[in-house]
Nanobody, 120 residues
Framework: QVQLVESGGDVVQPGGSLGLSCAASGRIQRINTMAWYRQAPGKERELVTSITPGGTTNYADSVKGRFTISRDNAKNTVSLRMNTLKPEDTAAYYC??????????????WGQGTQVTVSS
């Protein structure tokens, strides 16, 4: 099995910055897409950003120019740098990875969630 462990959630003032990290461990052969999702109170979970093994990225319009996703294929980690944070960025953030495990099957895995609160 595979586990994704997130860290970095915090309370930050508007305009501030914050970094999130997610590390995968377990019976891993390869990891395809990595991504970050978020879910705000009363709203559905939404895709924030994703990155392919080769480094191709996609960003939601609401975070373009402010957030940066990166990955370290050797360490099986994905990170999210969030700059110029706004109150509407407040949400629980979840990392996602599509993982090929030792049994030869691709499966989807999720982190436990980490809370980001942007408030003055």
């Amino acid at each position: 099995q595979v586990q994704l462990v997130e860290s970095g959630g915090d309370v930050v003032q508007p305009g501030g910055s914050l970094g999130l990290s997610c590390a995968a461990s377990g019976r891993i052969q390869r990891i395809n897409t990595m991504a970050w999702y978020r879910q705000a109170p009363g709203k559905e979970r939404e895709l924030v950003t994703s990155i392919t093994p080769g480094g191709t990225t996609n960003y939601a319009d609401s975070v373009k120019g402010r957030f940066t996703i990166s990955r370290d294929n050797a360490k099986n980690t994905v990170s999210l740098r969030m700059n110029t944070l706004k109150p509407e960025d407040t949400a629980a953030y979840y990392c996602y990875m599509n993982v090929l495990t030792n049994d030869g099957f691709w499966r989807n895995y999720w982190g436990q969630g980490t809370q980001v609160t942007v408030s003055s």
